[in-house]
């Protein structure tokens, strides 16, 4: 199954089990750093997947970002960034031509106290992908927005940040994208193109 639209990124993760215990206010645990990865994680599957139109309204194009178009999961309240600004963020990256493979989550990235390490760049830099980039300068500091990202503003090369840690997802996230075979046979607009859910934690140094 290949994800060739933003309309359909949605519905890349499995919906949630059918059956739920119903909590009330006084059950429901605080927000920990781990359900804040499982939000982030499974954002999927809590948005409704019965109309393939209704899910395509919600995602908007971000202006002057080369068709990177976001879906948001959660308005931020906090400062917008700028170029110059360096920003952490968390994020949940999927391949659309992998059935939504995920390659990498900043989730994973543990510290020596096991708390997950944000991905840190600074806005301008050149070093991350242009969608990642276009993203982030739109949203406001605590914010979430899945992001789906055409070819043309993702993975040029595969010294482009973020780049996965583990071995064996760096290597079959680029060799999907940069396939030379399906590339010669016109598949590139679907091979390179990736979806994102980033969360921006916080501007660590502004310019």
Do not use: C
């Not at 209704?54 to 308005?75: D, H, M, N, Q, W």
Request: net charge positive; aromatic share 6%; glycine share 8%.
């Amino acid at each position: 199954v290949v994800i060739t639209s933003a309309s359909a990124a949605a519905d890349v993760m499995p919906p949630p089990p059918a059956k739920t215990k119903r909590r009330t206010l006084a059950t429901i645990p605080p927000l920990t750093a781990t359900r804040r990865r499982l939000l982030l994680g499974s954002a999927a599957s809590a948005l409704p997947t019965a109309s393939a139109s209704v899910a395509s309204s919600r995602f908007t194009e971000i202006p002057s970002s080369g068709g990177v178009k976001a879906l948001e999961l959660r308005e931020g309240s906090g400062e917008v960034p700028v170029d110059g600004d360096q920003v952490a963020i968390h994020y949940y990256g999927r391949l659309a031509a992998k059935q939504g493979w995920r390659f990498d989550s900043t989730y994973d990235h543990k510290d020596a106290t096991g708390d997950p390490i944000p991905f840190v760049f600074t806005i301008g830099s050149g070093k991350v992908i242009p969608g990642i980039e276009a993203a982030v300068k739109s949203m406001r500091v605590g914010g979430l927005r899945r992001v789906v990202i055409p070819p043309t503003q993702g993975y040029q090369n595969t010294s482009q940040e973020p780049i996965p840690p583990n071995f064996f997802d760096r290597q079959r996230l680029f060799t999907t994208i940069f396939n030379p075979t399906r590339l010669a046979n016109g598949e590139g607009s679907t091979l390179g193109t990736v979806i994102f859910d980033i969360e921006l934690i916080s501007i660590r140094q502004h310019t």
